[in-house]
């Protein structure tokens, strides 16, 4: 328990660079996306589960695709603060989870980060509602399990920042898809969507504020990262 509490040394600046390069080569190739991809949709759904919770709503189930989508059912009142809460926590959920990350790397809590992250993955498992999300979340906490209880400080530093790198940098791109297929006519019930017949807002808006948190995620994020 001391390790986990305590602080690790921080990387060399080699190292932190390296991992930024290595969570891009993850996000940027699209083959090497729609494989990555899966971690975000974990986040994105997550997001989802952990606000309906905080706001007072029951949980149904979460559900993850092997296309990447994935479905969040939670039960309460359709409309208020709670509901859209819930709405906008999908593609927020990815960079302020990076962001936090960040910060506890900033403050070298390592194993902590790694710790942490592991909880989070078997909470959600027990809302899982279909095997091919109970197999990813277990293939990712498993992974994050066996790198926090088996490998040396260096292993882990590395393994963190990538993974911290990837929710930032992971968690812009979903959100210029979004936008282009509401361009060419698609998704027509995506969260901006619902979000804007909740509060009757344009989905333009909602969209504008999921740019500005993940793009304002990854600056704030990759400035604590990188010491600046």
């Not at 993850?64 to 479905?71: E, K, P, Q, V």
């Not at 400080?153 to 898809?177: C, I, K, M, N, T």
Request: charge should be positive.
């Amino acid at each position: 328990m001391t390790e986990v509490l305590g602080t690790q040394p921080a990387p060399e600046l080699w190292l932190v660079i390296a991992t930024a390069l290595a969570a891009l080569a993850a996000t940027a190739p699209r083959p090497i996306w729609r494989l990555s991809r899966n971690a975000v949709t974990i986040a994105h759904e997550g997001g989802h589960g952990l606000i309906a919770l905080l706001t007072g709503r029951r949980l149904q189930g979460i559900r993850l695709h092997s296309d990447t989508s994935g479905l969040t059912v939670s039960r309460g009142r359709p409309t208020g603060i709670g509901m859209i809460l819930t709405a906008a926590a999908g593609y927020t959920a990815p960079s302020l989870l990076g962001l936090g990350g960040a910060w506890l790397l900033a403050a070298h809590r390592i194993t902590l980060l790694l710790w942490v992250a592991t909880a989070l993955l078997l909470v959600m498992l027990v809302m899982i509602r279909n095997a091919y999300g109970a197999l990813t979340v277990v293939l990712t906490g498993g992974t994050f399990f066996l790198v926090s209880w088996l490998t040396g400080p260096d292993v882990q530093s590395a393994f963190a920042y990538s993974f911290v790198w990837f929710l930032l940098l992971g968690g812009v791109r979903p959100v210029f898809e979004l936008q282009a297929k509401r361009r060419h006519g698609g998704a027509p019930d995506s969260d901006a969507d619902q979000l804007a017949r909740l509060t009757h807002v344009h989905p333009v808006m909602w969209l504008f504020l999921f740019h500005a948190v993940s793009i304002c995620s990854l600056i704030g994020g990759g400035r604590w990262l990188l010491g600046l």
